[in-house]
């Protein structure tokens, strides 16, 4: 089976337009219905309806879709392997990450492995960290850098937490709420906010909190990229809860009385996948992150336990 048309295929399947499959690949429209008409003739099967400009995958299509996506990564994975005998840290390696890990987390680390490792094409796929999280489980991705899953770890994963993410209620400076300090869920329940869509890890935090609490968020809008929702919260829309890493002069954190907001930041990878050496090289500079970050955290504890003990000392 042609793996040019596999390829071809999925690509027709995902974006639902063989001129969209083109762009994807970099191929001409015709080559890719030519090696579409070519997997179809091989198969024996119609893979796609053809309905003026919509193309809908046939019952065929989608029995093969989840098995071409398994064919292709068993054949990367067998030519990674062999690549990987000799010791050697090259090829290619995608991981995925979130806009926020992305940008604001994972550049040094990034700098130092591409440094470190030139022969590596990297590819970072931006995708959201659930999706991200599916996309690890079912084989797609070696590795993802994302917010863990708050609710616990899906039993085919393996994670690891890299960097405590503490979160805050944060207002323009001239917004009503902006001088009193702190607030409780009742009085944010009364004013709209900008958050996270509930389907996200950050999103879900919240929504449990205000659910414990019997009240009900007012959002006004919602988008799942974080550095939106500074600049709606900045031009007063509404309030939000971002990362305390994310404060700029336009904001205002508050208190969130008997509450403390945090998520966590780390890699996720199969339980059941073995890495190849491009991999394993990316996961061994991301446990010395976490760590060097543990370490960090645990100095701090003690330091700040010394002087809590050394004040309260007559």
């Known amino acids: 089976m042609d793996t040019h048309a596999l390829l071809a295929f999925i690509a027709v399947a995902e974006t639902g337009s063989f001129s969209l499959a083109a762009e994807r690949l ?34 065929a299509g989608q029995a093969l879709l989840p098995r071409a996506g398994r064919i292709l990564r068993e054949i990367a994975d067998t030519e990674r392997s062999l690549r990987d005998l000799d010791g050697s840290v090259g ?27 030139p022969g590596v094409e990297l590819e970072i796929r931006f995708m959201d960290s659930e999706k991200a999280h599916e996309t690890v489980a079912a084989g797609g991705l070696e590795l993802a850098v994302v917010t863990l899953d708050p609710q616990g770890e899906d039993s085919r994963l393996r994670s690891r937490l890299i960097w405590d993410d503490p979160l805050s209620v944060m207002v323009a400076r001239d917004h009503p709420l902006a001088d009193r300090g702190s607030v409780d869920v009742d009085t944010l329940a009364a004013w709209p906010a900008v958050l996270p869509g509930p389907g996200t890890y950050t999103g879900q935090i919240l929504q449990g909190l205000f659910s414990a609490r019997g009240a009900r968020l007012h959002v006004g809008m919602s988008t ?3 550095e939106t929702l500074r600049m709606l ?13 994310m404060l700029t002069p336009e904001l205002t954190r508050l208190g969130l009385e008997g509450a403390r907001m945090r998520r966590g930041l ?32 645990a100095s701090a504890a003690r330091n700040a336990s010394g002087v809590s003990t050394s004040a309260s000392t007559p």
């Open 26 to 59: 970099n191929l001409t429209q015709p080559a890719i219905s030519k090696r579409v008409a070519a997997l179809e003739l091989h198969l024996g099967a119609r893979l796609f309806d053809r309905i003026g400009r919509r193309v809908d995958t046939t019952e």
């Open 91 to 117: 090829g290619r390696l995608a991981i995925g990450t979130s806009h926020h890990v992305g940008l604001h987390r994972l550049p040094p680390i990034l700098r130092q492995y591409a440094r470190a490792y």
């Open 224 to 226: 799942n990229y974080l």
């Open 233 to 245: 919260a900045g031009i007063g829309l509404g309030w939000s809860v971002l990362p305390d890493t």
């Open 266 to 297: 780390g890699y996720v990878l199969h339980q059941g996948r073995s890495l190849g050496n491009a991999a394993q090289a990316m996961l061994n500079l991301l446990d010395a992150t976490a760590d060097d970050q543990h370490a960090q955290a």
